[in-house]
């Protein structure tokens, strides 16, 4: 009989470096558990019309000094939504990040507008300011702009050089809710706003999104398109019961997450795992993922999926990021409106961290560490054995 060193690789037959794994998500939280027992009990679990919708569109709206909430069934509707908001259709362009959420490809796609793709930032992948005046045309109907794995996108630049051409910004904060955007909570700087209650987000009813807007022409639009004697995309009362009851504790866990992650980052750049970067500046980040550009050479050349897989094995929840968009698009899907280098490189080293485990505090950082100095010690082993079958 064999027996292995504990010491090596999970992957390699060791011992994880965090056996239990991330904590499930959504978490268990008794005050999610109280208000949908109280919704259960007092019906309003079942009907179209209750008091937690109208509760929330108060919630959020007061959240984010916003007049105008619609609530809707995903963050993917509510991109869709906001684009019909502003008039996009046929003929139109939208500019947007190439390395970006697909669902927001797909939404300017759906509505027969055309996707203009620029250059992203090399510190942390989202779109680049400098690259937007060339994109900009006579045919531009709106810029999408998303925060992503705790990258910030620089707002104030983007929305400064937008209002010199009049072009109208959707600020995606799908992965930031509750964040604090240069002085500014995520979500409000553009014409309009998006959030996401998807299953894994950091606010979560399963499903569902918002548009916040202080467009009074854009809510309006956005709810003749929707109401067809009944709302066509609706967030239900048991979601929003669900969801009203975690936006109150969110800011604690943001402040709790952002901590973990500087940690990380802080001891990670010396592994070879170099963390999105967010200049300084009245910010306060949001992490549904921790963005991490993977350097290959420091792993012995092992593939970022081999990396990944073997991080998994470990308990630790690593994925590979986004795939450039132009990279997984035929071209005549979309337009480039400059060289995509930034966008290609993110398509190709960003790993993406899940945020259960920025929760999980001092034990997550000396797990995530251990894992990883474990990989990088055994690259050449995990290679080959991945080569052999
Ligand atoms: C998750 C996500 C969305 C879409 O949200 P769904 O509710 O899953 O449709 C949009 N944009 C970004 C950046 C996201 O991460």
Not at 193 to 198: A, E
Not at 258 to 284: H, I, M, Y
Not at 321 to 348: D, I, K, N, P, V
Request: one cysteine or more; a neutral charge; glycine letters at 10%.
């Amino acid at each position: 009989m064999t027996v292995l060193d504990p010491s090596l690789p999970a992957i390699l037959g060791g011992r994880p470096a965090w056996p239990a794994g991330p904590p499930d998500w959504p978490r268990f939280e008794q005050n999610v558990v109280d208000t949908l027992i109280q919704a259960a009990h007092d019906g309003s679990w079942g009907k179209y019309h209750g008091p937690h919708v109208a509760r929330l569109t108060d919630l959020l709206a007061a959240a984010h000094d916003c007049p105008y909430v619609h609530l809707c069934c995903s963050g993917t509707a509510a991109v869709e939504l906001a684009l019909r908001g502003l008039h996009v259709g046929p003929g139109d362009e939208v500019v947007m990040g190439a390395y970006d959420f697909k669902g927001n490809f797909q939404d300017v796609l759906a509505l027969g507008a055309m996707p203009v793709l620029v250059d992203v930032c090399a510190a942390n992948a989202t779109l680049d300011p400098a690259r937007l005046p060339p994109a900009l045309g006579p045919r531009t109907k709106a810029i999408i702009v998303s925060h992503l794995h705790g990258g910030i996108a620089d707002m104030p630049e983007i929305v400064r050089i937008a209002n010199t051409q009049g072009v109208p910004v959707i600020e995606d904060a799908a992965q930031m809710p509750g964040a604090r955007v240069c002085g500014k909570i995520a979500g409000t700087w553009g014409d309009a706003g998006i959030l996401s209650f998807g299953g894994s987000k950091l606010v979560t009813a399963g499903r569902g999104g918002a548009v916040l807007t202080a467009r009074a022409d854009i809510a309006q639009r956005i709810k003749l398109h929707v109401q067809r004697g009944n709302d066509a995309y609706p967030l239900s009362e048991i979601q929003a019961a669900a969801i009203g009851a975690q936006w109150p504790p969110l800011n604690e866990f943001n402040q709790r997450r952002a901590a973990t992650a500087c940690e990380l980052a802080a001891a990670l750049k010396w592994l070879g795992l170099v963390a999105f970067q967010n200049r300084p500046g009245d910010s306060q980040p949001g992490y549904y993922k921790l963005g991490l550009y993977y350097e290959r050479e420091a792993f012995g050349g092992l593939p970022r999926e081999t990396f990944a897989a073997a991080m998994r094995t470990e308990g630790v929840a690593l994925d590979a990021g986004f795939r450039a968009l132009h990279a997984t698009h035929s071209s005549r899907r979309f337009r480039r409106a400059s060289g995509l280098e930034h966008a290609t490189r993110a398509g190709e080293t960003v790993l993406t961290l899940h945020h259960p485990v920025l929760l999980a505090g001092p034990q997550a950082v000396a797990a995530v560490v251990e894992a990883v100095a474990k990989i990088a010690r055994c690259a050449g082993a995990i290679q080959a054995q991945a080569t052999e079958c």
